[in-house]
């Protein structure tokens, strides 16, 4: 397929559509982002990048905090709301039910099932944007929004956000669930589909040898101590007919003495 040249672009699917908050003037503010995403494992941390421009951006930078919140596909309008109108012009500090947890400075969103209370641990000055990194300090979730003590993407139910649409969109059908369907392929025999077929197939093989490997070093501790318990049993045996043989020696000089 040709390829089209379209210069330089943020073309990235897909982006979540997150609330982003601040403590602005000792005020809650919230503000739309898409170019937001995770940063690192440890610390947990999530990048934001923030128009030099928004109301948020002077919240952060006096708190050094900020809050990540995952609307469900239900507050889609209240988020375009907050991605339109600026904290400059509205106030919107009554928008949403606000709870404050570990940081203070860091409003988190209740009608939100998700929220990252962040501490920013970085900021890099992009041009446009400034990109803040915030350590993830705790992560709030809704209760109902749980299995097995997990959060549920499809109970969050998350918005997501593609640019040249300017649409907001839900997450869709799944298509692949990694391992598991790589071991039905292998299963039903399904070869010379290109080598990718061969990852499961090694990770079985791997774990099928691991298992091996585990057995035969059992099988190799018990053939070492039948070994010992032999060895010994050898040298029990070795020195009783060497006592024998000592005994019936002696009988044999005591006989020669007799007999002389
Ligand atoms: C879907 C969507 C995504 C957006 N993503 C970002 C973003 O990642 N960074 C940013 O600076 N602005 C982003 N914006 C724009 C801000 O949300 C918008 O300018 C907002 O009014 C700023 O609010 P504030 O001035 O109160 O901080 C986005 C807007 C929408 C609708």
């Known amino acids: 397929m040709k390829k089209v040249k379209l210069g330089p672009q943020t073309l990235l699917y897909p982006m979540p559509a997150v609330l982003v908050g601040a403590l602005v003037n000792g005020k809650p ?4 982002a898409a170019w937001c995403g995770i940063a ?7 990048s934001v990048a923030v128009r030099q421009a928004r109301f948020t951006l002077e919240g952060i930078s006096a708190n050094s905090t900020f809050s990540i919140n995952i609307p469900s596909a239900d507050l889609v309008e209240k988020v375009d709301y907050c991605g339109i109108y600026s904290g400059h012009k509205i106030d919107k500090s009554q928008i949403f039910r606000v709870d404050y947890g570990k940081l203070n400075t860091a409003p988190l969103i209740q009608e939100c ?3 990252l209370e962040c501490q920013v641990i970085h900021s890099l000055d992009l041009g446009s944007h400034i990109l803040f990194i915030g350590e993830i300090i705790e992560t709030y979730v809704n209760e109902d929004c749980l299995t097995d003590d997990k959060a549920d993407p499809v ?6 956000y593609t640019t040249v649409a300017g649409q907001y969109q839900r ?11 790589w071991q039905e ?13 061969l990852v499961p197939r090694l990770a079985r093989l791997r774990r099928v040898q691991r298992s091996r490997v585990q057995r035969f070093k059992g099988q190799g501790k018990s053939i070492c101590s ?11 045996l070795i020195g009783s007919i060497g006592s024998r043989l000592v005994e019936l020696i002696n009988k044999l000089n005591k006989f020669n ?3 002389q």
Not at 226 to 236: T, V
């Open 257 to 259: 003495e007799l007999n």
């Open 185 to 197: 392929k292998v299963e039903a025999g399904l070869n010379g589909e290109g080598v990718s077929h």
């Open 155 to 160: 109970k969050i139910d998350p918005l997501i």
């Open 113 to 115: 099932p998700v929220n």
């Open 29 to 32: 503010n919230f503000m739309t």
């Open 171 to 181: 997450l869709g059908r799944g298509c692949w669930t990694g391992l598991e369907d």
């Open 40 to 46: 690192a494992s440890t610390p947990p941390a999530i």
């Open 226 to 236: 039948i070994g010992f318990i032999s060895s010994i049993g050898f040298i029990g």
